[in-house]
């Protein structure tokens, strides 16, 4: 069980003070006995090597090359293209800062350079002298509700402020080296009065729900009460994490949000009230439940007055429909038997005993299902195409390289709901008739792969996977492979090629996957979330699932929903809400007294839906045509203190990034609109600038080989149709939202009282402590950071957004 | 047989084939950079995108399979359109000098950079063919010229630019001492006469340039002997008669005919000439020193003849101008320029075509390259200073001098200047580099292989070694590195060309379409 939740304990081993490392030959040798030698094996071995040595050592790669069947060129080639692997030398822990787009929109850059400044990193240097830690920039990390996010190896932390980062970097130091304790087990010794439910997901450890956990063990130990404390699936609140539900006798459970390992400790002596309790301690809990209800502001809920006395998180639950997020909150996610009994795996009965591979093919096109990893590609169609494809292997995969910067709905199925992905993954194969699967899951989600791999092997275990299949003599065999940090991997081509141990090149299509993917045979890739919906359309039917929706895009969408919002989490909607009912009724509206400006939906590939088309429904035409897509479901709302030419220039710099580097539209042309974003956004541009960048929007959407580099002009084209005077402002050196940093100027008026609260918080000193004088703010060592304007208690500070600093009043 | 239409063309194709194959088996162009005839597509230049059906996609026709009845749009404003943006990307992350800048400065557009070469392994009969392919005076010019490539050296702000005019002043003394110059071959007459007035710098060099193209011509001049202000306004010790009398008995000795004591407006006029001659070429110098009636009819403006920038041609039919009669104050050099330019126009122009002078040639450009980066330019060239001949400036540089100085050459030239592909394609889309002008990588050159030289920063990821070199048993080979905008060819395991490429090595510089892997050539090597 331990293994299963990997606590930050687990996860991030610290190394010894003086590290003993194996010589590299010798444990290329041990790993390339262990997982072979043909190409496919190639990726899993730098893999290893790296979680061994923290780089690849050169001695390293050429024993790999002089013991496997890839040739040198092969191992550069993947040794440089994914992004995870590194060829020099790194400190003993990486801090990876994350730059989604909800940590961007919420000022990932502020973090990034305090904690350059806290670790005295100069210009192009990642490491700090004492070689303790190592800095780099992570493209999504998947804990979009805490950003600002940092993860300092397997660590995240969450919720950060530019003051508050470099204190991260010390608890780890202090907390990382925290013995094993034996923290997660449950307490279950068959005479259980409740069970006391906490979800641990990544976000929600991040959030500290380990350290809830921990206290919740200890207490519920401690009271000596037969009692049962249960990591369980994520409810999609993440706003309210960490958070724990409390069910005790024949009461309606007890929700408690937002909890401390303090106040853990409470909750439990107040529901299994053991026998070393004092009367003292019982008020005080008495008292903290008080003080929490009464402040009503979400801090602590209660499920039985949900409905009455909070309005906002009963919205953030009620027009939610789950089927791919069924049961949620309630269950082990590792238990077989709790999914089982909740209606796991009767769909996969029926698809063996009372469908046949035609039928189920039939139902998934009758129900309307459409790919919901981004294209929305008709399942039954791809299905069918695979079923038809005579080949004597065939090939089902899970697409899990969830790589939008602001999505993370992939993670959490794969999380909180193994079974469910595998049961769907179970039945396409039975489906189109493949007898080996592969999931290809992203590096940055290890929970995800432990989890799978144990769910997998407890199917196995149980006959539901493997060489007869629940009696029926089907049969699937499933291998997890690890993603190495490429987004483009997301594209199926790429992916394939990753699977198959090469870098992850897209190429060009036709010919589809379907007819000829992994290793040339037919194969189906489908999403994690796809699958995910599998399950209940066999087991209620196609019609159930059709009913659900609109008339082009049935069932429902799970969407990570982030950002400027109130309560941001993962919901799962109908299909046809419209982003105003998400963002207002679900999200709560936009956060800290913002203005709601745009939702952006689809990551780097789709665009952003202004305020003002708040109305469109959420459906893949629909989106589509307002110049976003569906994507992978992130939405990322953004309020009136969000650049919409520093959103397209974040998005650009990502897939320029993230571009294979394989065809020049691609390759090049986003690096040159980024060019000209980047030139926009210092208060550079130039006449013309915005002509030639939907010139070259246009050239690369048409021009480029695959999805990544035909939408990554998306996000460009999108801003530039409903908000092209931003463009035009930041042509003039403006930007109205005061966020380009060039182009903003902090300045004190003379209501200034001299306080030297704003200096005090100064980062970088660039205001002088000079007690009762009008302070000033020195422009070339400001960063732009905003303490001073959020401290100042007078609103002596004024924002100015031109090109040259002036005294004007924001 | 099935069949796929190419801008309303019929075109067959055999099961399997792409739109590309299809094409270019009748004959249809479509350009390419990355293509490898036999092997798996790479589709990776995207110059090959071609519009199918009316989708608003477009797809690279290497990697698109042909199907029965695709409408396939090739030669297309649109498509052309795209395919000039991919040429324009691609030129602006790709780092290098098609002519090196000494060969864009000098007015005549000599390849300094190939004399150079020839010069420093002592093929001087091969250097002096370099030389008059655009300069037809080399040792009155090696005498008189103002050095105006040098100003254009790389080495010229580190430790001091070529010798460029002295080299090749050695290279013309050499030839002219042979006994037997240079004297190119002569195609058969081609019937038509040109007339040239002013036997200078421009009128030689045009006689020159006339010749070789067949044509029949005179040159008049009022002074007795040939060689205008040559002869008449530059002094003696610096010009010998010799010298003059040599290199323009080069050019009578071509079959240019000589008329002295000619003057025009006195005993010919411009009506006159082109009455007996298909054209007219006015390079009599200084215009306002010609007798003003003799020019009347022709446009003028405050220097002198006004001529079409392209053409030569002053505002009459069949009538040119080159020389001092353009811009007075006109250097020799420009002159000869001049005069082979016009040549060009003529000869265009006799055969029935509209007049214009050769083609600029297409060149993309570093741009100057600051100290620090000079740095692993340097080692391109020998290491020691610009040379002064021991003798004396009279005297000129020795054969053993002039070999040195020409060692000290960079080679800012491609080596693959005239196969270039992408160069050629550039040229044919009017291609701009500067359009997407972005940052420019850092200069590197790998010297490490015996007869192969590898330029990264010329490299635009075609894969085309990285395929060539997996078929073959080299230990190491070539790969690709890195992602995205960083993806070059390279050797693995940091190692260098030397190390990665032997059996492959001439195959893959010999398919690279542009010059990252090139053949070294020349003395730098």
């Known amino acids: 069980m331990i293994a299963l939740f990997p606590s930050r304990r687990t996860q991030a081993p610290p190394p010894p003070p003086i590290e003993v490392l194996p010589e590299p030959g010798a444990f290329v040798e041990a790993v390339v006995a262990d997982t072979g030698r043909e190409p496919q094996a190639l990726i899993p071995i730098l893999q290893a090597v790296q979680r061994r040595f923290r780089y690849l050592p050169p001695e390293a790669l050429h024993r790999v090359a002089e013991l496997t069947r890839s040739s040198p060129a092969d191992i550069m080639g993947v040794a440089t293209f994914y992004s995870q692997f590194r060829t020099t030398p790194v400190g003993r822990h990486m801090v990876s800062v994350c730059h989604g787009t909800a940590c961007h929109v919420k000022g990932s850059m502020l973090i990034d350079d305090a904690l350059r400044r806290h670790l005295r990193l100069g210009a192009g240097d990642d490491t700090d002298q004492a070689r303790e830690f190592t800095l780099q920039k992570v493209a999504c990390v998947g804990c979009c509700t805490l950003a600002p996010v940092i993860q300092i190896d397997g660590v995240t932390y969450g919720n950060l402020k530019p003051e508050t980062a470099p204190k991260a970097l010390r608890d780890f130091l202090e907390t990382a080296g925290r013995a094993e304790d034996a923290g997660l087990a449950p307490i279950a010794d068959g005479r259980q009065a409740g069970e006391i439910r906490i979800t641990i997901d990544s976000c929600c450890i991040a959030g500290g729900a380990l350290e809830v956990h921990d206290a919740l063990v200890q207490a519920a130990r401690q009271s000596r009460a037969p009692v049962a404390v249960k990591p369980v699936t994520c409810g999609g609140m993440c706003h309210q994490i960490p958070l724990v539900e409390v069910a005790a006798g024949p009461r309606e459970p007890a929700t408690y949000a937002k909890v401390t390992p303090q106040e853990a400790e409470q909750i439990v002596r107040r529901h299994f009230p053991g026998s070393g309790l004092g009367a003292r301690v019982r008020a005080r809990v008495a008292g903290v439940m008080d003080r929490l209800v009464e402040a009503g502001a979400g801090d602590v809920l209660q499920r039985h007055a949900l409905d009455v006395r909070d309005k906002p998180v009963c919205a953030f639950l009620g027009p939610q429909r789950r089927i791919a997020t069924e049961q949620t909150g309630s269950q082990d996610p590792m238990s077989l038997d709790e999914y089982r009994a909740a209606g796991g795996y009767e769909g996969l009965r029926r698809a063996l005993a009372d469908m046949t591979p035609e039928g189920i093919v039939d139902t998934m096109t009758r129900s309307g299902l459409r790919g919901r990893g981004g294209a929305g590609f008709p399942t039954g169609v791809k299905w069918g195409k695979v079923r038809q494809t005579k080949a004597a292997t065939k090939y089902v995969v899970v697409n899990g390289d969830e790589g939008d910067p602001g999505a993370f709905m992939d993670r959490m199925l794969l999380e909180s709901f193994p079974y469910r992905v595998l049961e769907g993954l179970t039945i396409a194969a039975r489906a189109v008739g493949a007898e080996e699967g592969y999931l290809y899951i992203r590096a940055e989600y290890p929970h995800a792969v432990t989890r799978i791999r144990e769910a997998i092997r407890r199917c196995e275990t149980a006959g539901l996977l493997g060489d007869d299949i629940m009696g029926s003599g089907s049969r699937l065999s499933l291998t997890v492979m690890e993603g190495a940090g490429a987004f483009v991997c997301g594209e199926e081509t790429a992916l394939i090629a990753s699977i198959e141990g090469r870098r992850g090149m897209p190429t060009l299509r036709p010919p589809y996957p379907a007819e000829s993917g992994l290793w040339g045979m037919p194969t189906l890739i489908n999403n994690v979330e796809t699958y995910a919906m599998v399950p209940w359309i066999v087991r209620n039917g196609w019609a159930a699932f059709a009913t659900l929706g609109t008339e082009k895009s049935r069932g429902t969408k799970v969407f990570a929903l982030a950002g400027k919002v109130r309560r941001g989490g993962l919901i799962e909607v109908p299909m046809g809400v419209t982003i105003r009912q998400v963002v207002d009724e679900i999200g709560g509206g936009v956060s800290d007294g913002g203005v709601f400006k745009a939702v952006q939906m689809g990551g780097p590939s789709g665009g952003c839906i202004p305020a003002s088309m708040a109305d469109t429904p959420v459906d893949y035409d629909a989106l589509q045509a307002a110049g976003a897509i569906m994507g992978s479901g992130g939405m990322v709302v953004l309020d009136d203190r969000t650049c919409m030419v520093d959103i397209a220039r974040y998005f650009l710099e990502f897939t320029q990034h993230e571009s294979c580097g394989k065809c020049t539209f691609c390759r090049l042309g986003t690096r040159r609109m980024l060019d000209i974003l980047e030139r926009l956004c210092r208060g550079e541009g130039r006449k013309g600038d915005i002509e030639k960048l939907e010139e070259l929007s246009g050239m690369v959407k048409a021009g480029s080989i695959c999805g990544l580099g035909q939408t990554a002009p998306n996000p460009v084209l999108s801003t530039l149709r409903y908000f092209r005077d931003e463009y035009e402002a930041h042509v003039q050196g403006r930007c109205p939202a005061g966020v380009c940093r060039p182009l903003v100027h902090y300045t004190i008026n003379q209501k200034c009282i001299g306080c030297t609260k704003c200096a005090q918080d100064c980062p970088v000193d660039a205001i002088a402590v000079e007690p009762f004088d009008v302070h000033a703010i020195d422009d070339a060592l400001c960063t732009r950071c905003d303490a001073c304007r959020r401290v100042c208690p007078v609103d002596a500070v004024d924002l100015s957004t031109g090109r040259e600093k002036s005294h004007a009043a924001h | ?525």
């Open chain 2, 1 to 525: 047989m099935p069949h796929i239409e190419i801008d309303g063309r019929a075109v067959p194709f055999a099961e399997g084939q792409t739109i590309l194959e299809a094409a270019r088996a009748v004959g249809v162009d479509i350009p390419t950079l990355c293509h490898l005839p036999g092997r798996p597509p790479h589709a990776s230049c995207l110059l090959c995108i071609v519009r199918v059906g009316a989708s608003p996609r477009m797809l690279p026709s290497c990697a698109t399979q042909a199907v029965d009845g695709m409408l396939v749009t090739n030669d297309a404003a649109d498509v052309r359109d795209a395919r000039r943006t991919a040429i324009e990307l691609i030129l602006s992350d790709h780092l290098g000098d098609c002519l090196g800048p000494c060969q864009g400065v000098c007015p005549a557009h000599m390849d300094i950079p190939d004399m150079m070469r020839h010069v420093s392994a002592g093929r001087f009969a091969q250097a002096i063919v370099t030389v008059k392919e655009t300069i037809a005076l080399p040792a009155i010019l090696g005498r008189i010229c103002p050095e105006i490539c040098e100003k254009g050296c790389r080495r010229s702000s580190s430790d001091g630019a070529l010798a460029v005019c002295k080299t090749k002043r050695f290279v013309a003394d050499r030839d002219l001492a042979t006994g037997a110059p240079y004297m190119p071959e002569l195609p058969p007459d081609s019937g038509r006469t040109v007339a040239i007035v002013g036997a200078g710098p421009a009128g030689c060099a045009a006689a020159y340039y006339l010749r070789r193209r067949g044509h029949a011509c005179t040159i008049y001049d009022d002074h007795e002997k040939p060689g205008g202000m040559m002869r008449y306004a530059i002094p003696r010790d610096i010009l010998p008669e010799a010298v003059l009398d040599a290199e323009i008995g080069v050019i009578l000795g071509m079959g240019a005919a000589f008329q002295g004591g000619v003057v025009l407006g006195r005993d010919a006029s411009v009506d006159d000439l082109l009455t007996r001659h298909g054209a007219v070429l006015l390079a009599a110098g200084d215009a306002s020193q010609v007798n003003s009636s003799a020019l009347e009819g022709l446009k003028r403006g405050t220097q002198g003849l006004q001529v079409d920038r392209h053409t030569m041609m002053t505002s009459r039919q069949g009538v040119f101008g080159a020389g001092g009669v353009l811009i007075a104050t006109r250097h020799a050099v420009r002159s000869v320029a001049d005069g082979r330019a016009a040549a060009e126009s003529i000869h265009q122009y006799l055969g029935g075509s509209p007049a214009h002078a050769p083609d600029k040639a297409y060149s993309v450009h570093i741009g100057k390259l600051d100290s620090e980066q000079m740095v692993p330019y340097l080692q391109l060239g020998s290491k020691r200073g610009r040379s002064v001949p021991a003798g004396g400036a009279e005297q000129g540089f020795s054969e053993t001098e002039a070999r040195a100085e020409a060692a000290r050459c960079l080679h800012c030239d491609c080596r693959k200047a005239s196969s270039c592909q992408l160069r050629t394609v550039a040229h044919e889309y009017g291609a701009s580099q500067q359009r997407f002008k972005g940052d420019r990588r850092e200069f590197r050159v790998d010297l490490s292989h015996p007869a192969v030289v590898f330029e990264p920063g010329k490299c635009i990821a075609c894969g085309i070694c990285v395929r060539i070199a997996a078929e073959g048993r080299d230990k190491l080979g070539m790969g690709f590195s890195g992602r995205g905008f960083d993806v070059r060819a390279a050797v693995p395991f940091d190692g260098m060309l030397g190390d990665g490429l032997q059996e492959t090595a001439l195959a893959c510089a010999d398919a690279c379409p542009t010059g990252a892997l090139a053949r070294a050539t020349g003395s730098a090597l």
